[in-house]
């Protein structure tokens, strides 16, 4: 009889065992409880109307470029643990958010790689409205369900335009700071064709005041898609390093907020 409960009751625990869904449905495992790595780290890109083919497909490629790029494994085995988390979504509307990378530990080269071939096979699918509060909020809730133990939990948004729909977006910048998340802004602002709609001029400056928030926080502008691949390597290693250990900002940083 005991036997019998046995198995029964190990049954019944692996049907409630949590998975994570990704985009195309495919049930990924959740990361094992309490597992401590040196960040967790949400990759969000704007997939908006805003956003066409070709620049969405220059911002994918960059972060590839970056995961597989040496200096960020480096910066990796530099962490007190060694290991970080990161995750990759893109959003648009207010209810468009889609995680084409769930949840994945990296701690070397190996690792790294995997997690950008995983990204470089997902598929494109354009958005339409532009909501970062919805892309922020989903993001937080991703990282306070990830299971990782951490001190450090940050957001990596990007984005070419305002945040248009849902709720304003100082709400959310400011309630994922309250629950310890530091969001890193990178405003895209490159020149486009005459027939396309021209982005913001400021949209640095609205990052920099209405997005980007928490401790240590900054914002990188994208003037030219040409520097995308080095403001993205640029990017990662600075989330990745710890406030100590990081390396000095470059020129396009339009902020620093202090340690609180």
Do not use: H
Request: proline share 6%; no cysteine.
């Amino acid at each position: 009889m005991r036997f019998w409960l046995g198995l029964i009751g190990a049954a019944l625990s692996l049907a409630v065992l949590p998975v994570a869904v990704g985009p195309v449905g495919a049930a990924q495992p959740q990361a094992p409880a309490g597992q401590q790595v040196d960040v967790a780290l949400v990759l969000a890109v704007d997939v908006s109307a805003s956003v066409d083919e070709g620049e969405a497909g220059i911002q994918r490629a960059g972060y590839i470029a970056a995961m597989r790029d040496p200096k960020v494994a480096d910066a990796i085995r530099g962490g007190l643990n060694g290991r970080i988390a990161v995750a990759f979504l893109e959003w648009a509307s207010p209810t468009d958010q889609r995680v084409l990378v769930n949840w994945r530990v990296i701690s070397d080269a190996a690792s790294a790689k995997a997690f950008a071939d995983e990204l470089e096979k997902a598929p494109y699918k354009p958005g339409s409205t532009t909501s970062i509060s919805g892309g922020i909020d989903f993001a937080v809730d991703m990282i306070k369900t990830s299971g990782f133990n951490t001190i450090r939990r940050v957001i990596d948004i990007s984005g070419d335009g305002y945040s248009e729909y849902g709720r304003p977006v100082k709400e959310s910048r400011d309630m994922a700071v309250k629950a310890g998340v530091t969001i890193n802004g990178l405003p895209v602002m490159n020149e486009r064709a005459k027939f396309r709609e021209a982005i913001p001029p400021d949209l640095d400056k609205y990052y920099s005041e209405n997005v980007t928030g928490g401790r240590g926080s900054f914002t990188l502008a994208v003037k030219k898609l040409d520097d995308f691949n080095r403001l993205i390597l640029q990017k990662l290693i600075l989330e990745i390093a710890s406030l100590e250990a990081r390396p000095p900002l470059p020129a396009e940083a339009v902020k620093v907020v202090s340690p609180s």
